[in-house]
């Protein structure tokens, strides 16, 4: 079965503190893994989108990794800011068929 | 977000009414979605259509009607929901249809079925 588990389900760290949110998947054959950031109260926001070649990608302070042989990818917050308080949703999208694939997000708490 | 735009944003409705959602792109991108999203579970594709055809319905309840009068405005019209239907409803669209997760969402229409 197609799964994409996100762990922590919740986190809550200091304005300015580094942290690093998980992605593991089971979605085969893989074609491209998208990390978003959803506000509260607002649709979630494309952060980055990586295939099966690329293992990094940045986007400002945000880095997200891929390890497409273990089937896990990760979200990296550098120096984080209180608007970084925000759910974060990987998405795993098959090669082929019907498969993209929702994580059901971390919930991100930066506290001043 | 601005390129995606929802109206309402919010929406109470009782379980005879009929009520629509109103969803327009301003990007010039040939795919929308629907979406809906519940506390604590995933984002559950509804429908999706490509150059305004109707390319996928993921099961969802005949009580959800989806419109598509052109590329840019995507409807969802409503009756007889039930409370299991409150949640966030989110508007998608991407350049094309293609197999990843759309590129730009709406801000979403919170809806609850009282």
């Known amino acids: 079965k197609n799964q994409v588990e996100q762990s922590p389900q919740s986190l809550i760290i200091l304005e300015g503190k580094n942290c690093t949110l998980q992605?593991?998947?089971?979605?085969?054959?893989?074609?491209?893994l998208r990390w978003y950031k959803q506000d509260t109260g607002r649709g979630p926001v494309s952060l980055t989108i990586?295939?099966?070649?690329?293992n990094t990608k940045s986007n400002g302070r945000y880095t997200a990794t891929l390890d497409a042989d273990t089937k896990q990818s990760s979200l990296h917050i550098t120096a984080s800011q209180l608007s970084d308080s925000a759910s974060y949703i990987c998405?795993?999208?098959?090669?082929?068929?019907?498969?993209?694939?929702f994580g059901k997000g971390t919930r991100l708490h930066i506290l001043p | 977000e601005t390129g995606v735009t929802q109206t309402p944003r919010h929406l109470v409705m009782g379980m005879t009414n009929k009520k629509s959602l109103k969803c327009e792109q301003h990007?010039?991108?040939?795919?929308m979605y629907w979406y809906k999203q519940s506390a604590k579970k995933p984002l559950e594709l509804m429908f999706v259509?490509?150059?305004?055809?109707?390319?996928e319905n993921n099961s969802v309840p005949s009580r959800f009607s989806p419109e598509c009068p052109n590329s840019s405005h995507l409807f969802l019209h409503l009756h007889t929901l039930q409370p299991e239907d409150s949640a966030l409803y989110l508007c998608?669209?991407?350049?094309?249809?293609?197999?990843?997760?759309?590129?730009?969402f709406g801000p979403g229409t919170r809806l609850t079925v009282t």
């Open positions: 998608a669209s991407s350049q094309v249809l293609e197999m990843t997760a759309p590129t730009d």
């Open positions: 992605c593991n998947y089971t979605v085969s054959p893989f074609s491209n």
């Open positions: 990586m295939t099966f070649s690329e």
């Open positions: 998405v795993v999208s098959g090669d082929g068929g019907d498969k993209i694939i």
């Open positions: 990007l010039g991108h040939n795919a």
């Open positions: 259509y490509s150059l305004e055809e109707r390319v």
